[in-house]
């Protein structure tokens, strides 16, 4: 059987904020689904999501391009 989560507790919980989860089903980096009036994700799509987002590099400061 399929887990399901709603928007908020996944927010709750972090380590993503709401807005954060909105943009990523917004950009098709997280599948959402209906089902009658609440938006839930699936774990398995959760998940996936996580592990395919990109490895952190602790330490290495942004380049700046100067026009």
Do not use: C, F
């Amino acid at each position: 059987m399929a887990t399901a989560h709603r928007i908020a507790d996944l927010a709750a919980r972090g380590p993503i904020s709401r807005s954060s989860i909105y943009n990523a089903i917004r950009d098709g980096r997280l599948t959402a689904r209906k089902i009658g009036g609440a938006t839930v994700i699936l774990d398995e799509d959760w998940r996936a999501m996580l592990a395919n987002a990109p490895a952190a590099k602790i330490g290495e400061r942004p380049t700046q391009t100067n026009p």
